[in-house]
Nanobody
């Protein structure tokens, strides 16, 4: 079992930045692909970014490319999402997830989820 806990969300003005963290316990994250997803009210959960076991391969949704950066520190069992140039449409609950296997952009293919952290971007 892997337990994931997100932190770092909050209220920020448009153009601002936030850094989300996802701390894992129970098992080392080094064997897992990690992803960040988000869900806005009334919308389905959507893919934001993913990172490979080593951190050498990353991929982003078009909507965040160039503004968000995913990274990981396996020694700290933590994954990060640096969010810059935030827009009101980035407002959502952000979730990190772990997948034991290859990469995926689909929430249903991830094995473990955190409880989420709220990000609100005001205009």
């Amino acid at each position: 079992q892997v337990q994931l806990v997100e932190s770092g969300g909050g209220l920020v003005q448009a153009g601002g930045s936030l850094r989300l963290s996802c701390a894992a316990s129970g098992r080392t994250l080094s064997s897992y692909f990690m992803g960040w997803f988000r869900q806005a009210p009334g919308k389905e959960r959507e893919f934001v970014a993913r990172i490979s076991w080593s951190g050498g391969s990353v991929y982003y949704a078009d909507s965040v490319k160039g503004r968000f950066t995913i990274s990981r520190d396996n020694a700290k069992n933590t994954v990060y999402l640096q969010m810059n140039s935030l827009k009101p449409e980035d407002t959502a609950v952000y979730y990190c997830a772990a997948r034991f296997g290859g990469y995926s952009d689909y929430p249903s293919e991830y094995d473990y989820w955190g409880q989420g952290t709220q990000v609100t971007v005001s205009s």
